[in-house]
């Protein structure tokens, strides 16, 4: 799992890094712009290759119990691109579709809140009344949040359906918003608010040393513009190092996040299809009993 986290993230970290280190006088400029592409098009056409190698790892110590060979994980992961790849095309389409809700959901209740709190923003000094509209926007930002938030819990099994199941594509995307309902909906979420907590705690911990300098100057009750402006420019001039870090906090946090999300699936997935089971049987009964009573019956004189 690490040395196929290592392979995906390597090229993008690099890229990250090149695109950060650029003086202030080129960071707009077509070489950022192309930097930046190019690390688009390497995550949408590496993408089907990562998932289908993780996948391929994952699956064969769910079934053997063993690891797998390198060589086994990415022969599996060329065998599926095609189908991890309509399934990538399939989510990014779907996204748009629900970023436009979501941003139309959100703009509705945001104009809705000002409205409704439009009489208090008046009397007061310029910052109150700017404090104000934050405020009547705060529960609109906070449903906006919460939809994505939700949205991307319903896709928390789409890399793994295309290398364990038939579908790809939209089915595919479709059945992990499947699993997430009918497979213990609030079961499912704890896992995943668990795995979530615990990712963004250990995050917090490193990343907090680098912004402590800069909030200590800035919130200081004698602060200067100076020091501001110095504090500033060191955040600034760390950044490399701090994406450097944070990548490699986040490679190694994957290599736990995603064995744990592989198992809440297939639990997941168990319970959905024994649900469906359960249904097939109370609909047509059980066929064995079935074929047993028609064998049983006696032919006509």
């Not at 939809?147 to 089915?171: D, H, K, N």
């Not at 060191?234 to 592989?262: C, K, S």
């Not at 959905?272 to 009573?293: A, V």
Request: proline share 5%; aromatic share 14%; hydrophobic share 50%.
């Amino acid at each position: 799992l690490l040395v196929g986290i290592l392979v995906y993230v390597g090229p993008t970290l690099v890229l990250s890094m090149i695109t950060t280190a650029l003086p202030v006088t080129l960071a707009g400029s077509g070489l950022a712009v192309g930097l930046e592409l190019c690390a688009l098009a390497y995550i949408i056409f590496a993408s089907p290759f990562y998932m289908g190698y993780i996948t391929s790892v994952l699956r064969t110590w769910h079934l053997t119990g063993a690891p797998v060979r390198m060589s086994t994980a990415w022969a599996a992961a060329k065998a599926n691109y095609g189908r991890y790849m309509t399934t990538l095309l399939a989510a990014i389409v779907i996204s748009f579709a629900a970023i436009f809700v979501i941003a139309l959901v959100s703009s509705v209740a945001i104009v809705g809140s000002i409205f409704s709190a439009a009489g208090s923003f008046y009397g007061g000094s310029a910052g109150y009344e700017y404090l104000t509209v934050l405020a009547a926007m705060m529960p609109a930002l906070v449903v906006m949040v919460a939809l994505i938030f939700f949205y991307s819990f319903c896709l928390s099994f789409v890399q793994f359906i295309p290398g364990m199941e038939f579908p790809s594509g939209f089915q595919a995307v479709f059945r992990s918003f499947r699993y997430i309902f009918r497979g213990n909906f609030w079961k499912n979420l704890g896992h995943t608010l668990i795995i979530g907590l615990i990712t963004v705690g250990i995050e917090l911990v490193v990343i907090l040393p680098f912004y402590v300098p800069y909030l200590s100057t800035v919130l200081a009750p004698g602060a200067t513009l100076s020091d501001i402006t110095y504090a500033s420019t060191a955040l600034t001039a760390a950044l490399p190092l701090y994406t450097l870090v944070i990548t490699i906090l986040g490679i190694f946090l994957q290599t736990f996040t995603t064995p744990y999300m592989f198992e809440v699936y297939l639990n997941a997935k168990n319970v959905s299809d024994g649900k469906d089971s359960q249904q097939l049987q109370r609909t047509y009964g059980d066929p064995y009993t079935n074929f047993t009573q028609d064998n049983n019956t006696q032919p006509p004189d």
